[in-house]
């Protein structure tokens, strides 16, 4: 079974300092694997995802997330923050091609220090 | 492309009352929608998922009675909370997968805030 863990549920940078936003996962297969950003109020825009091709994966607004099969891990970086970045960022895990379900991490919640 | 709309985006309503919450891909066929609540500060939590045509698969713990789900054609999902309570209350987001795709991804409304008096 899939699941999702981030470690990390507030994470404070200060503007211009680098971002790190921690994520595991456990597949019994490839995953696929995205990062989704959520403003106040409202649905979750996608930033990036890893679907089995180049494991260093950039996405929107400067964010990028390498897959580490051998650490089962797929963590969000940005080099310098910025402060719209502040919102909560939510890691998730489907199983192969074709599989309907997103599983979701906790989420953790960034906070960009002026 | 590929933007899901949710209306209305807040409601209010009156305990015992039903509220329906449409939700809508604007630009692709979604095959499959999916309907998730979410508590303050907390994640999403998967109620059911809907594919065109068929009966939505409900997750565990979610009353089918009270949460009913119709997905009649591949632009259009509803979600109507039946005789609401107070425990109602939440933000629900859908989001739709696009039946041209394999990569799995799912494309969110903006969510619905129901408040139920």
């Known amino acids: 079974a899939q699941s999702v863990t981030q470690l990390g549920s507030h994470v404070s940078v200060s503007e211009g300092a680098l971002v790190l936003l921690r994520c595991n996962y456990s597949s019994s297969v490839p995953p696929y694997l995205f990062w989704y950003v959520q403003y106040p109020n409202q649905g979750l825009q996608l930033l990036l995802k890893?679907?089995?091709?180049?494991?260093l994966v950039k996405g929107i607004n400067g964010f990028e997330a390498e897959f580490k099969k051998s650490e089962t891990s797929f963590h969000l970086t940005k080099p310098s923050a910025h402060m719209s970045d502040a919102a909560e960022y939510f890691c998730?895990?489907?199983?192969?091609?074709?599989?309907?379900?997103?599983?979701f991490g906790t989420g953790t919640r960034l906070t960009v220090i002026p | 492309g590929a933007v899901v709309s949710q209306h209305p985006s807040r409601v209010i309503c009156k305990s015992g009352t039903s509220v329906k919450i449409e939700c809508r891909s604007l630009?692709?066929?979604?095959?499959?929608m999916f309907w998730y609540r979410q508590f303050p500060k907390q994640s999403l939590m998967l109620m059911a998922t809907s594919n065109e045509g068929s009966k939505a698969t409900y997750e565990q713990g979610v009353e089918k009675d009270k949460f009913l789900i119709n997905h009649a054609s591949l632009t259009l999902s509803t979600l109507t909370v039946t005789s609401a309570h107070p425990e109602d209350s939440s933000f629900y987001i859908c989001?739709?997968?696009?039946?041209?795709?394999?990569?799995?991804?799912?494309?969110f409304g903006p969510g619905t805030r129901l408040t139920v008096l």
């Open positions: 989001s739709a997968r696009d039946g041209s795709r394999t990569d799995n991804e799912q494309f």
């Open positions: 998730a895990v489907s199983e192969g091609t074709g599989a309907n379900n997103l599983f």
């Open positions: 630009d692709f066929q979604a095959t499959t």
């Open positions: 890893y679907t089995s091709a180049a494991t």
